[in-house]
Protein backbone atom coordinates (compact mmCIF):
# COMPACT_ATOMS: atom_id res chain seq x y z
CA UNK A 1 0.00 0.00 0.00
CA UNK A 2 2.65 2.28 0.80
CA UNK A 3 4.62 1.90 -2.28
CA UNK A 4 1.08 2.24 -4.20
CA UNK A 5 0.85 5.90 -1.98
CA UNK A 6 4.60 6.36 -2.70
CA UNK A 7 4.19 5.77 -6.48
CA UNK A 8 0.98 7.96 -6.71
CA UNK A 9 1.91 11.33 -6.24
CA UNK A 10 5.50 10.84 -8.47
CA UNK A 11 2.72 9.72 -10.98
CA UNK A 12 0.52 12.54 -10.86
CA UNK A 13 3.09 15.08 -11.15
CA UNK A 14 4.20 13.50 -14.20
CA UNK A 15 1.23 13.40 -15.60
CA UNK A 16 0.55 17.40 -14.35
CA UNK A 17 3.53 18.45 -16.31
CA UNK A 18 2.56 17.01 -19.07
CA UNK A 19 -0.92 18.51 -19.00
CA UNK A 20 1.10 21.96 -18.66
CA UNK A 21 2.89 20.64 -21.88
CA UNK A 22 -0.12 20.13 -23.67
CA UNK A 23 -1.82 23.26 -22.75
CA UNK A 24 1.46 25.21 -24.16
CA UNK A 25 1.90 23.64 -27.37
CA UNK A 26 -2.23 24.02 -27.84
CA UNK A 27 -1.59 27.55 -27.47
CA UNK A 28 1.37 28.31 -29.68
CA UNK A 29 -0.41 26.63 -32.18
CA UNK A 30 -3.15 28.85 -31.93
CA UNK A 31 -1.40 31.79 -31.78
CA UNK A 32 0.51 30.94 -35.18
CA UNK A 33 -2.62 29.91 -37.14
CA UNK A 34 -4.28 33.46 -35.94
CA UNK A 35 -1.24 34.64 -37.14
CA UNK A 36 -1.18 32.98 -40.11
CA UNK A 37 -4.79 33.98 -41.36
CA UNK A 38 -4.57 37.41 -40.13
CA UNK A 39 -1.30 37.70 -42.73
CA UNK A 40 -3.37 36.07 -45.48
CA UNK A 41 -5.86 38.23 -44.60
CA UNK A 42 -4.23 41.34 -44.97
CA UNK A 43 -2.12 40.21 -48.25
CA UNK A 44 -5.78 39.51 -49.73
CA UNK A 45 -6.93 43.18 -49.27
CA UNK A 46 -3.90 44.59 -50.08
CA UNK A 47 -4.08 42.52 -53.59
CA UNK A 48 -8.07 43.22 -54.02
CA UNK A 49 -7.27 47.43 -53.25
CA UNK A 50 -4.34 47.34 -55.63
CA UNK A 51 -6.28 44.87 -58.34
CA UNK A 52 -9.37 48.13 -57.88
CA UNK A 53 -6.54 50.74 -58.30
CA UNK A 54 -5.91 49.30 -61.14
CA UNK A 55 -8.82 49.06 -63.17
CA UNK A 56 -10.34 52.12 -65.28
CA UNK A 57 -12.84 54.22 -63.25
CA UNK A 58 -16.49 53.47 -64.26
CA UNK A 59 -17.93 55.93 -67.26
CA UNK A 60 -20.13 57.36 -64.87
CA UNK A 61 -18.85 61.42 -65.00
CA UNK A 62 -20.94 63.95 -65.15
CA UNK A 63 -19.37 66.73 -67.64
CA UNK A 64 -18.90 69.84 -65.33
CA UNK A 65 -21.44 72.46 -66.23
CA UNK A 66 -24.55 69.80 -66.51
CA UNK A 67 -26.45 67.70 -64.02
CA UNK A 68 -26.63 64.12 -64.24
CA UNK A 69 -29.36 61.80 -62.85
CA UNK A 70 -27.99 58.14 -62.89
CA UNK A 71 -31.05 56.74 -61.64
CA UNK A 72 -32.96 58.68 -64.21
CA UNK A 73 -30.51 58.47 -66.86
CA UNK A 74 -30.54 61.64 -67.44
CA UNK A 75 -28.08 64.77 -68.59
CA UNK A 76 -29.05 68.34 -68.36
CA UNK A 77 -27.05 70.53 -69.87
CA UNK A 78 -29.32 73.65 -69.82
CA UNK A 79 -29.11 77.56 -70.11
CA UNK A 80 -25.15 77.37 -70.10
CA UNK A 81 -22.65 79.07 -72.61
CA UNK A 82 -21.69 75.90 -74.35
CA UNK A 83 -20.32 76.44 -77.75
CA UNK A 84 -19.84 72.15 -78.37
CA UNK A 85 -21.07 69.29 -77.16
CA UNK A 86 -19.33 67.73 -74.16
CA UNK A 87 -16.98 64.93 -74.90
CA UNK A 88 -17.42 63.17 -71.62
CA UNK A 89 -21.17 62.46 -71.83
CA UNK A 90 -21.43 59.60 -69.08
CA UNK A 91 -22.26 56.14 -70.95
CA UNK A 92 -25.48 55.37 -69.31
CA UNK A 93 -27.03 58.04 -70.42
CA UNK A 94 -30.99 57.90 -71.90
CA UNK A 95 -32.16 61.25 -71.83
CA UNK A 96 -30.09 64.05 -73.06
CA UNK A 97 -30.99 68.26 -72.80
CA UNK A 98 -28.92 70.79 -74.74
CA UNK A 99 -30.99 73.40 -74.29
CA UNK A 100 -30.35 77.30 -74.11
CA UNK A 101 -26.77 76.68 -75.38
CA UNK A 102 -24.76 78.31 -78.16
CA UNK A 103 -23.56 75.45 -79.81
CA UNK A 104 -23.99 77.39 -83.86
CA UNK A 105 -23.25 74.20 -85.41
CA UNK A 106 -23.77 70.62 -84.80
CA UNK A 107 -20.73 69.33 -87.35
CA UNK A 108 -20.68 65.56 -88.48
CA UNK A 109 -20.14 62.79 -85.61
CA UNK A 110 -21.13 65.38 -82.82
CA UNK A 111 -22.09 62.26 -80.62
CA UNK A 112 -19.28 59.82 -81.59
CA UNK A 113 -17.99 58.41 -78.28
CA UNK A 114 -15.84 55.18 -76.90
CA UNK A 115 -18.15 53.59 -75.46
CA UNK A 116 -20.50 55.07 -77.83
CA UNK A 117 -23.87 56.47 -76.56
CA UNK A 118 -25.80 53.17 -77.22
CA UNK A 119 -28.60 53.95 -75.03
CA UNK A 120 -29.32 57.90 -75.70
CA UNK A 121 -32.93 57.61 -76.92
CA UNK A 122 -34.06 61.24 -75.75
CA UNK A 123 -31.98 64.73 -77.77
CA UNK A 124 -33.56 68.10 -76.87
CA UNK A 125 -31.29 70.90 -78.55
CA UNK A 126 -34.00 73.32 -78.47
CA UNK A 127 -33.21 76.95 -78.22
CA UNK A 128 -29.43 76.16 -78.60
CA UNK A 129 -28.65 79.12 -81.20
CA UNK A 130 -28.08 76.37 -84.05
CA UNK A 131 -27.35 77.97 -87.72
CA UNK A 132 -26.27 74.99 -89.45
CA UNK A 133 -26.73 71.11 -89.07
CA UNK A 134 -24.51 69.28 -91.24
CA UNK A 135 -24.25 65.92 -92.23
CA UNK A 136 -24.24 63.18 -90.38
CA UNK A 137 -24.68 64.99 -86.92
CA UNK A 138 -26.49 62.09 -85.13
CA UNK A 139 -24.68 59.19 -86.80
CA UNK A 140 -23.28 56.54 -84.19
CA UNK A 141 -26.59 57.40 -81.64
CA UNK A 142 -28.39 53.36 -82.61
CA UNK A 143 -31.12 53.70 -79.87
CA UNK A 144 -32.38 57.33 -81.03
CA UNK A 145 -36.01 57.74 -80.90
CA UNK A 146 -36.33 61.83 -80.14
CA UNK A 147 -35.17 64.79 -81.67
CA UNK A 148 -36.28 68.03 -81.01
CA UNK A 149 -34.38 71.21 -83.30
CA UNK A 150 -37.39 73.72 -82.41
CA UNK A 151 -36.30 77.54 -82.06
CA UNK A 152 -33.07 77.83 -83.82
CA UNK A 153 -32.27 79.27 -86.96
CA UNK A 154 -31.06 76.81 -89.00
CA UNK A 155 -30.09 78.40 -92.20
CA UNK A 156 -28.31 75.11 -93.16
CA UNK A 157 -29.71 72.05 -92.47
CA UNK A 158 -28.04 69.77 -94.52
CA UNK A 159 -30.01 66.96 -96.82
CA UNK A 160 -28.05 64.08 -95.18
CA UNK A 161 -28.42 65.70 -91.62
CA UNK A 162 -30.96 62.75 -90.45
CA UNK A 163 -29.56 60.08 -92.64
CA UNK A 164 -25.34 60.20 -92.19
CA UNK A 165 -23.21 61.71 -94.22
CA UNK A 166 -23.86 58.76 -97.70
CA UNK A 167 -27.46 58.05 -97.21
CA UNK A 168 -27.13 55.21 -100.14
CA UNK A 169 -24.87 53.73 -97.43
CA UNK A 170 -26.22 54.59 -94.34
CA UNK A 171 -28.63 52.48 -92.45
CA UNK A 172 -32.09 54.11 -91.60
CA UNK A 173 -32.64 56.19 -88.86
CA UNK A 174 -33.97 55.23 -85.44
CA UNK A 175 -36.04 58.67 -85.40
CA UNK A 176 -39.86 58.05 -84.05
CA UNK A 177 -40.04 61.49 -82.84
CA UNK A 178 -38.90 64.70 -84.85
CA UNK A 179 -39.72 68.41 -83.89
CA UNK A 180 -38.78 70.90 -86.37
CA UNK A 181 -40.92 73.84 -84.84
CA UNK A 182 -39.85 77.71 -85.40
CA UNK A 183 -36.60 77.05 -87.57
CA UNK A 184 -36.97 79.71 -90.11
CA UNK A 185 -33.90 81.67 -89.94
CA UNK A 186 -33.38 85.14 -89.97
CA UNK A 187 -33.92 87.27 -92.42
CA UNK A 188 -30.01 87.99 -92.83
CA UNK A 189 -28.86 84.88 -92.77
CA UNK A 190 -31.09 83.07 -95.30
CA UNK A 191 -29.41 81.72 -98.24
CA UNK A 192 -30.80 81.53 -102.11
CA UNK A 193 -32.98 78.13 -101.75
CA UNK A 194 -36.11 77.84 -100.87
CA UNK A 195 -36.33 77.32 -96.83
CA UNK A 196 -38.87 74.74 -97.59
CA UNK A 197 -36.94 72.74 -100.20
CA UNK A 198 -34.13 72.71 -97.92
CA UNK A 199 -36.69 70.87 -95.10
CA UNK A 200 -38.02 68.91 -97.79
CA UNK A 201 -34.82 67.73 -98.85
CA UNK A 202 -33.71 66.64 -95.29
CA UNK A 203 -36.59 64.62 -94.73
CA UNK A 204 -36.51 63.07 -98.07
CA UNK A 205 -33.05 61.96 -98.42
CA UNK A 206 -32.45 58.73 -99.30
CA UNK A 207 -35.96 57.59 -97.42
CA UNK A 208 -34.03 57.31 -93.84
CA UNK A 209 -36.98 58.44 -91.86
CA UNK A 210 -39.33 55.89 -93.15
CA UNK A 211 -39.70 54.98 -89.76
CA UNK A 212 -40.65 58.43 -88.42
CA UNK A 213 -44.33 58.32 -86.87
CA UNK A 214 -44.21 62.09 -85.24
CA UNK A 215 -43.64 65.71 -87.09
CA UNK A 216 -43.98 69.06 -86.13
CA UNK A 217 -43.62 71.48 -88.90
CA UNK A 218 -45.42 74.37 -87.09
CA UNK A 219 -44.91 78.25 -87.19
CA UNK A 220 -42.27 77.84 -89.70
CA UNK A 221 -43.79 80.46 -92.23
CA UNK A 222 -44.69 78.02 -94.83
CA UNK A 223 -45.80 79.36 -97.95
CA UNK A 224 -46.18 76.18 -99.41
CA UNK A 225 -45.32 72.46 -99.40
CA UNK A 226 -43.19 70.89 -102.14
CA UNK A 227 -44.94 68.32 -103.95
CA UNK A 228 -42.97 64.95 -102.70
CA UNK A 229 -42.20 66.19 -99.15
CA UNK A 230 -44.25 63.46 -97.95
CA UNK A 231 -43.40 61.14 -100.07
CA UNK A 232 -40.93 59.17 -98.43
CA UNK A 233 -42.69 59.16 -94.74
CA UNK A 234 -45.57 56.46 -95.17
CA UNK A 235 -45.05 55.70 -91.08
CA UNK A 236 -46.56 58.97 -90.58
CA UNK A 237 -48.70 58.70 -87.42
CA UNK A 238 -48.91 62.55 -86.66
CA UNK A 239 -48.39 65.90 -88.60
CA UNK A 240 -48.44 69.24 -87.15
CA UNK A 241 -48.51 72.30 -89.85
CA UNK A 242 -50.37 74.50 -87.88
CA UNK A 243 -49.13 78.97 -87.30
CA UNK A 244 -47.76 78.45 -90.87
CA UNK A 245 -48.63 80.27 -94.16
CA UNK A 246 -50.02 77.88 -96.57
CA UNK A 247 -52.14 79.08 -98.74
CA UNK A 248 -53.16 75.86 -100.51
CA UNK A 249 -52.70 71.81 -100.16
CA UNK A 250 -53.46 71.77 -104.07
CA UNK A 251 -49.48 69.86 -104.78
CA UNK A 252 -49.58 67.78 -101.29
CA UNK A 253 -50.49 64.27 -101.67
CA UNK A 254 -51.74 62.55 -98.51
CA UNK A 255 -52.37 59.51 -100.63
CA UNK A 256 -49.85 56.98 -99.03
CA UNK A 257 -50.37 58.35 -95.37
CA UNK A 258 -52.33 55.24 -94.31
CA UNK A 259 -51.08 55.31 -90.90
CA UNK A 260 -51.72 58.84 -90.48
CA UNK A 261 -54.07 59.84 -87.78
CA UNK A 262 -54.02 63.52 -86.91
CA UNK A 263 -53.60 66.31 -89.23
CA UNK A 264 -53.06 69.97 -87.63
CA UNK A 265 -53.60 73.08 -89.70
CA UNK A 266 -54.68 75.51 -87.81
CA UNK A 267 -53.95 78.86 -88.13
CA UNK A 268 -52.62 78.92 -91.94
CA UNK A 269 -54.07 81.19 -94.99
CA UNK A 270 -56.01 78.22 -96.13
CA UNK A 271 -58.94 79.79 -98.46
CA UNK A 272 -60.46 76.70 -100.01
CA UNK A 273 -59.59 72.92 -100.16
CA UNK A 274 -60.43 71.51 -103.65
CA UNK A 275 -61.59 67.99 -104.50
CA UNK A 276 -58.91 66.23 -105.06
CA UNK A 277 -57.14 67.01 -101.25
CA UNK A 278 -61.01 66.22 -100.01
CA UNK A 279 -60.52 63.16 -101.54
CA UNK A 280 -57.19 61.80 -100.66
CA UNK A 281 -58.14 62.99 -96.76
CA UNK A 282 -61.58 61.10 -97.14
CA UNK A 283 -59.80 57.71 -98.32
CA UNK A 284 -57.37 57.93 -94.96
CA UNK A 285 -59.33 55.32 -92.64
CA UNK A 286 -58.18 56.85 -89.42
CA UNK A 287 -57.21 60.43 -89.91
CA UNK A 288 -58.77 63.43 -87.70
CA UNK A 289 -58.00 66.94 -89.34
CA UNK A 290 -57.91 70.36 -87.46
CA UNK A 291 -59.03 73.20 -89.72
CA UNK A 292 -59.29 76.05 -87.40
CA UNK A 293 -58.41 79.87 -87.45
CA UNK A 294 -57.96 79.87 -91.84
CA UNK A 295 -59.48 82.65 -93.83
CA UNK A 296 -62.16 80.76 -96.13
CA UNK A 297 -63.49 82.34 -98.86
CA UNK A 298 -67.19 81.35 -99.13
CA UNK A 299 -67.61 82.04 -102.98
CA UNK A 300 -68.74 79.57 -105.86
CA UNK A 301 -65.69 77.08 -105.26
CA UNK A 302 -66.49 76.64 -101.61
CA UNK A 303 -69.51 74.38 -102.57
CA UNK A 304 -67.82 71.20 -102.93
CA UNK A 305 -66.02 71.47 -99.66
CA UNK A 306 -69.38 72.56 -97.55
CA UNK A 307 -71.16 69.51 -98.91
CA UNK A 308 -68.29 67.36 -97.64
CA UNK A 309 -67.70 68.96 -94.65
CA UNK A 310 -71.67 68.30 -94.35
CA UNK A 311 -71.06 64.06 -94.83
CA UNK A 312 -67.37 63.47 -93.61
CA UNK A 313 -66.25 62.84 -89.69
CA UNK A 314 -62.93 63.63 -90.25
CA UNK A 315 -62.80 67.50 -89.39
CA UNK A 316 -62.88 68.14 -85.82
CA UNK A 317 -64.58 70.92 -84.82
CA UNK A 318 -66.35 71.48 -87.96
CA UNK A 319 -69.34 73.56 -86.34
CA UNK A 320 -66.82 76.54 -85.76
CA UNK A 321 -65.65 77.13 -89.19
CA UNK A 322 -66.97 80.52 -90.47
CA UNK A 323 -65.88 82.55 -93.34
CA UNK A 324 -63.84 85.46 -93.49
CA UNK A 325 -64.38 86.72 -97.63
CA UNK A 326 -66.26 88.00 -99.04
CA UNK A 327 -67.33 90.98 -96.47
CA UNK A 328 -70.73 90.50 -96.40
CA UNK A 329 -70.35 86.65 -95.55
CA UNK A 330 -67.82 87.32 -92.94
CA UNK A 331 -68.20 85.47 -89.34
CA UNK A 332 -71.33 82.87 -91.48
CA UNK A 333 -70.89 78.94 -90.34
CA UNK A 334 -70.03 76.78 -93.08
CA UNK A 335 -72.47 74.06 -92.09
CA UNK A 336 -75.10 76.46 -92.47
CA UNK A 337 -74.36 77.97 -96.10
CA UNK A 338 -77.01 77.30 -98.64
CA UNK A 339 -76.00 77.25 -102.43
CA UNK A 340 -77.58 80.23 -103.26
CA UNK A 341 -75.42 82.00 -100.80
CA UNK A 342 -72.30 80.90 -102.95
CA UNK A 343 -71.61 82.59 -105.98
CA UNK A 344 -69.16 84.09 -107.72
CA UNK A 345 -69.47 87.79 -109.61
CA UNK A 346 -69.28 87.35 -113.03
CA UNK A 347 -65.93 88.01 -114.87
CA UNK A 348 -64.63 88.62 -118.73
CA UNK A 349 -63.20 86.01 -120.20
CA UNK A 350 -59.41 85.92 -120.04
CA UNK A 351 -58.83 86.66 -123.91
CA UNK A 352 -61.08 89.99 -123.43
CA UNK A 353 -58.95 90.90 -120.39
CA UNK A 354 -55.98 90.48 -122.19
CA UNK A 355 -57.06 92.56 -125.39
CA UNK A 356 -58.35 95.45 -122.82
CA UNK A 357 -54.79 95.08 -121.34
CA UNK A 358 -53.29 95.53 -124.51
CA UNK A 359 -55.55 98.78 -125.71
CA UNK A 360 -54.97 100.41 -122.56
CA UNK A 361 -51.37 99.79 -123.34
CA UNK A 362 -51.13 101.24 -126.81
CA UNK A 363 -53.43 104.34 -125.76
CA UNK A 364 -51.06 105.18 -122.87
CA UNK A 365 -47.89 105.12 -125.60
CA UNK A 366 -50.03 107.32 -128.00
CA UNK A 367 -50.86 109.70 -124.98
CA UNK A 368 -46.71 109.66 -123.82
CA UNK A 369 -45.96 110.55 -127.57
CA UNK A 370 -48.23 113.05 -127.83
CA UNK A 371 -47.65 114.55 -125.08
CA UNK A 372 -43.69 114.58 -125.70
CA UNK A 373 -44.18 116.16 -129.06
CA UNK A 374 -45.68 118.82 -127.59
CA UNK A 375 -43.15 119.33 -125.14
CA UNK A 376 -40.38 119.96 -128.28
CA UNK A 377 -42.70 121.84 -129.63
CA UNK A 378 -43.32 124.34 -127.38
CA UNK A 379 -42.36 127.87 -128.94
CA UNK A 380 -43.82 126.92 -132.33
CA UNK A 381 -47.03 126.27 -130.53
CA UNK A 382 -46.88 129.39 -129.02
CA UNK A 383 -46.09 131.06 -131.94
CA UNK A 384 -48.62 130.06 -133.92
CA UNK A 385 -50.90 130.54 -130.51
CA UNK A 386 -49.80 134.36 -130.89
CA UNK A 387 -50.69 134.52 -134.90
CA UNK A 388 -54.11 132.90 -134.52
CA UNK A 389 -55.08 135.25 -131.63
CA UNK A 390 -54.08 138.50 -134.14
CA UNK A 391 -55.83 136.89 -137.06
CA UNK A 392 -59.16 136.62 -134.71
CA UNK A 393 -58.47 140.09 -133.57
CA UNK A 394 -58.29 141.87 -136.96
CA UNK A 395 -61.27 139.49 -138.13
CA UNK A 396 -63.24 140.57 -135.08
CA UNK A 397 -62.09 144.45 -135.37
CA UNK A 398 -64.00 144.48 -138.93
CA UNK A 399 -67.07 142.79 -137.55
CA UNK A 400 -67.26 145.79 -134.97
CA UNK A 401 -66.85 148.55 -137.27
CA UNK A 402 -69.29 147.43 -139.79
CA UNK A 403 -71.69 146.96 -136.64
CA UNK A 404 -71.25 150.44 -135.58
CA UNK A 405 -71.73 151.58 -139.68
CA UNK A 406 -75.42 149.68 -139.90
CA UNK A 407 -76.59 150.61 -136.54
CA UNK A 408 -76.10 154.41 -137.73
CA UNK A 409 -78.40 155.72 -140.14
CA UNK A 410 -75.72 158.72 -141.09
CA UNK A 411 -72.77 156.16 -141.76
CA UNK A 412 -75.25 154.19 -143.76
CA UNK A 413 -76.43 157.02 -146.49
CA UNK A 414 -72.58 158.33 -146.07
CA UNK A 415 -71.39 154.80 -147.16
CA UNK A 416 -73.78 154.70 -149.45
CA UNK A 417 -72.57 158.17 -151.52
CA UNK A 418 -69.45 157.24 -150.97
CA UNK A 419 -70.21 153.77 -152.91
CA UNK A 420 -71.97 155.97 -155.78
Not at 108 to 132: H, I
Amino acid sequence: MPGACSRGPAAGDGRLRLARLALVLLGWVSTSSFTISAASSTSSASSLVSAVSAQPPLPGHCPQPCECSEAARTVKCVNRNLTEVPEDLPSYVRNLFLTGTSLAVLPAGAFARRPPLAELAALNLSGSRLKEVCAGAFEHLPSLRQLDLSHNPLANLSSFAFSGSNASASAPSPLVELMLNHIVPLADHQNNRSFERMVAAALRAGGALRGLHHLELASNHFLYLPRDVLAHLPGLRHLDLRNNSLVSLTYVSFRNLTHLQSLHLEDNALKVLHNGTLAELQGLPHIRVFLDNNPWVCDCHMADMVSWLRETEVVQGKARLTCAFPEKMRNRFLLELNSSDLYCEPILPPSLQTSYVFLGIVLALIGAIFLLVLYLNRKGIKKWMHNIRDACRDHMEGYHYRYEINADPRLTNLSSNSDV
